[in-house]
């Protein structure tokens, strides 16, 4: 028998089928059955599933007499089904890659639970995705198995049939089938979840829960929606004949309450003349079921009164909400007033010559160049004051100890940068901060540009959604001096952001520990990751595309390539910052880590501890490749879509004909290089060499010294590359300008 089940009810979603069962059968687990139950529809379903069901055998049509619905369609498809498990999938969803084997091997894992719960994202029909706000739940529900008692947290994730996957003895064994009706989920998910003496977790996001502009039932105005009374009347049946449930019925009597409010609540819902039946037949049934000796507090306390009441209660939230929003505006106005002011008068005062104000990505903490240079001065000119801009009081509680630091916006901010002579940043500054004459700002950026940047972003609309390219050129007004690495870099920052700096050839100070490190550097991280110290550690750091809304692509199936790798190996990987509180780390990367299959590094502060603590690369066309030159360590370019991304973003050179070492544009090819030892071989270090020659040719291990020597400090030191031809910038001075 196959281990799953896949149960796709049907009816008018001939629009979005395909994608739905091609979801399920290019699945690279192929243990399965897919049972598609044409339930009647008007449209071209019917027609599409036989098409699958011809060419392959996995796919098993029902075409039902008449129309059934939801609910009896799922019976239907239940009554044929033969797998150990049970899915029951919407046909206008999608399976995300990957999830089957993910799931097989979850329930292998806890021992084939009775009911395996995983995560979801919504995915909108405008493009956005956002995945469940309660996936911690799944976080924290551990490897173990359990019982809704046990964790009574995981009732609060959304109760509907399709989040979860079902062992098909447990559902016999206990006569679950769904009912008629709108709200068929309701009295599957409640008794089934109560039921069941073995729950386990997948902390993945498995499905694509589409939200269609149209079409969505239960978006639907109608007086169907009075159908949730029914189906709790089922519900709390249920539990009646179930002695061992009654406990449940408090929380179960809130959840009824809060369900039917927030179905009255939503504006689409139910007819505005028919909304006072709803309360008040809502509020009947609230009293009847109430437990004895039960406290009505919260959301449900608004069913003790009238409707009218209820209306009374839910205008005064609404215009105290709004009363609230303008107070809140009015008061930010009058603190950016006063701060403002604050700032005017020290703006008077003369410039500290020895306070250095820096940040790094956004005021996320002491990082990259800023920090490099930071601590150099701290060595080197103890003299300097370095205050660090922080964006909340989070981030200010993860610095190190006995750094000074001020949160962005704060009339201490401003007053610091009112003083400032040195501002320190891998970023644009705010357009709050006004450059005083005098002060001198170094951007130190964030790499190597590879893909295009500022200015060139005009001609690509679609990589530049969200940036404000002429704010960003203004903004860059304020630059005195921009840091390079290479030639190439100081030939893009002249054409990407045609301002009045000066390009200085000083290296990148964060790769400074990359070009000293010795053999032991990186022991650090494989402790706190428990990898063993003769393991091969292969890094794979992937960046974010620009032609998918919210930039993450899956590339490559890291369980098979970590898998392929072999004993003695670990992959460690480390998505693009802008991907770390998305859903990319969702779809796989953390449950993954949690078997400990790889190591996520995404939330690593520092790459250059995980940079040294590898012994080789692998990215597609991440910067991070132009930083681990510097290591002359393996570097493999996975370039399967390489079209996509230079036609979506554009790139500044050709990185497949340039690239650090072997090329690989399809799976096959990346583990054929690493299967073979190819990505250590004579013909990667040449092209290593090369690759080095043109991109790390100012980064000597001195750059943070040679920026505190001579920008801060208004010393001579030798130049990095000293000999090189100075290319021809927007306002170029010497290698080595003395700050003004």
């Known amino acids: 028998m196959p281990r799953f089940s896949v149960i796709v009810p049907c009816f008018k979603v001939q629009g979005f089928l395909r994608e739905c069962l091609d979801s399920v059968l290019l699945q690279c687990f192929s243990d399965l059955e897919l049972i598609a139950v044409d339930d009647c529809s008007p449209d071209g379903c019917g027609a599409i599933l036989d098409e699958y069901a011809d060419r392959d055998p996995r796919v098993k049509v029902l075409h039902l007499p008449e129309n059934v619905g939801l609910g009896r369609a799922r019976n239907a498809g239940l009554r044929h089904a033969t797998g150990d498990y049970l899915f029951f999938l919407d046909s206008d969803d999608t399976l995300t890659p990957g999830v089957l084997r993910a799931m097989a091997e979850r329930i292998a894992e806890a021992a084939d639970p009775d009911v395996l719960v995983f995560d979801y994202a919504r995915t909108y029909w405008w493009g956005g995705t956002r995945r469940n706000v309660l996936a911690h739940v799944l976080t924290e529900a551990g490897a173990d198995t359990f019982a809704a008692a046990d964790r009574p947290e995981i009732l609060d994730l959304l109760m509907v049939v399709w989040n979860k996957v079902y062992r098909r003895d447990f559902v016999e064994e206990n006569g679950f089938e769904f009912p008629p009706g709108y709200y068929e989920d309701t009295p599957w998910t409640f008794p089934v979840m109560l039921s069941a003496r073995r729950i386990a977790a997948l902390d993945r996001i498995c499905l694509n829960y589409r939200q269609r502009r149209q079409g969505n039932i239960l978006s639907t105005t109608s007086r169907k929606h009075f159908d949730i009374h029914d189906q709790y009347e089922r519900v709390f049946a249920f539990v009646d004949r179930h002695e061992e449930l009654w406990s449940r019925r408090p929380y179960l009597h809130r959840k009824m309450a809060e369900h039917c409010l927030d179905i009255l609540a939503k504006p689409d819902r139910l007819p505005p003349?028919?909304?006072?039946?709803?309360?008040?037949?809502?509020?009947?049934?609230?009293?009847?079921?109430?437990?004895?000796?039960?406290?009505?507090?919260?959301?449900?306390?608004?069913?003790?009164?009238?409707?009218?009441?209820?209306?009374?209660?839910?205008?005064?939230?609404?215009?105290?909400?709004?009363?609230?929003?303008?107070?809140?505006?009015?008061?930010?106005?009058?603190?950016?007033?006063?701060?403002?002011?604050?700032?005017?008068?020290?703006?008077?005062?003369?410039?500290?010559?020895?306070?250095?104000?820096?940040?790094?990505?956004?005021?996320?903490?002491?990082?990259?160049?800023?920090?490099?240079?930071?601590?150099?001065?701290?060595?080197?000119?103890?003299?300097?004051?370095?205050?660090?801009?922080?964006?909340?009081?989070?981030?200010?509680?993860?610095?190190?100890?006995?750094?000074?630091?001020?949160?962005?916006?704060?009339?201490?901010?401003?007053?610091?940068?009112?003083?400032?002579?040195?501002?320190?940043?891998?970023?644009?500054?705010?357009?709050?901060?006004?450059?005083?004459?005098?002060?001198?700002?170094?951007?130190?950026?964030?790499?190597?540009?590879?893909?295009?940047?500022?200015?060139?972003?005009?001609?690509?609309?679609?990589?530049?959604?969200?940036?404000?390219?002429?704010?960003?050129?203004?903004?860059?007004?304020?630059?005195?001096?921009?840091?390079?690495?290479?030639?190439?870099?100081?030939?893009?920052?002249?054409?990407?952001?045609?301002?009045?700096?000066?390009?200085?050839?000083?290296?990148?100070?964060?790769?400074?520990?990359?070009?000293?490190?010795?053999?032991?550097?990186?022991?650090?991280?494989?402790?706190?990751?428990?990898?063993?110290?003769?393991h091969t550690v292969v890094l794979y750091a992937p960046t974010r595309r620009d032609y998918r809304r919210g930039g993450h692509v899956d590339r490559i199936d890291l369980a098979r390539f970590a898998a392929d790798l072999g004993e003695g190996h670990t992959l460690v990987v480390r998505l693009h910052p802008t991907l770390a509180t998305g859903p990319a780390r969702g779809l796989g990367l953390t449950e993954l880590a949690r078997r400990g299959v790889v190591v996520d590094a995404t939330d690593e502060p520092h790459a250059e501890e995980v940079m040294l603590a590898s012994n080789a690369l692998v990215t597609d066309y991440s910067a991070l490749m132009f930083d681990y030159a510097d290591l002359d360590r393996p570097i493999v370019l996975h370039a399967d879509d390489w079209a996509a991304f230079t036609a979506s973003r554009g790139a500044y050179l050709d990185i497949t004909a340039q690239a650090p070492g072997h090329v690989s544009r399809s799976y096959r090819e990346l583990a054929r290089l690493f299967a073979s030892g190819a990505w250590r071989d004579e013909e990667s270090a040449r092209l290593r060499a090369d690759f080095r020659e043109r991109f790390c040719e100012f980064d000597d291990g001195r750059a943070a010294e040679r920026v505190v020597r001579t920008l801060l400090l208004g010393e001579s030191m030798p130049a990095a590359g000293e000999g090189a031809v100075r290319i021809p910038g927007q306002a170029v001075g010497g290698d080595l300008p003395a700050p003004t």
């Open 273 to 534: 003349e028919d909304k006072a039946e709803f309360f008040r037949r809502t509020a009947e049934m609230i009293r009847r079921h109430r437990p004895e000796g039960a406290v009505v507090d919260g959301e449900a306390a608004l069913l003790e009164g009238s409707y009218a009441m209820y209306r009374l209660k839910r205008q005064t939230e609404r215009v105290g909400r709004e009363a609230g929003l303008r107070a809140v505006q009015a008061r930010r106005a009058a603190a950016g007033r006063a701060r403002r002011g604050w700032a005017g008068l020290h703006a008077h005062r003369p410039l500290d010559p020895h306070l250095v104000v820096y940040s790094a990505s956004s005021h996320r903490g002491v990082l990259g160049d800023p920090a490099a240079v930071y601590h150099k001065a701290l060595e080197i000119a103890p003299r300097l004051r370095g205050v660090w801009v922080v964006r909340d009081e989070e981030t200010a509680a993860q610095l190190p100890a006995g750094v000074e630091h001020v949160l962005v916006d704060s009339r201490r901010c401003l007053e610091v940068a009112a003083r400032a002579k040195f501002f320190v940043n891998d970023v644009n500054w705010p357009g709050s901060l006004a450059k005083r004459p005098g002060s001198v700002h170094i951007h130190t950026h964030q790499g190597t540009p590879l893909k295009y940047m500022g200015a060139d972003l005009l001609g690509k609309p679609g990589a530049r959604l969200g940036f404000d390219v002429p704010q960003i050129l203004r903004r860059a007004d304020r630059w005195d001096y921009s840091l390079v690495a290479n030639r190439h870099s100081e030939l893009v920052w002249d054409r990407a952001y045609p301002c009045h700096f000066t390009s200085v050839r000083t290296g990148s100070p964060r790769n400074d520990v990359l070009v000293r490190a010795g053999d032991r550097d990186g022991g650090a991280f494989r402790l706190r990751h428990g990898i063993p110290e003769d």
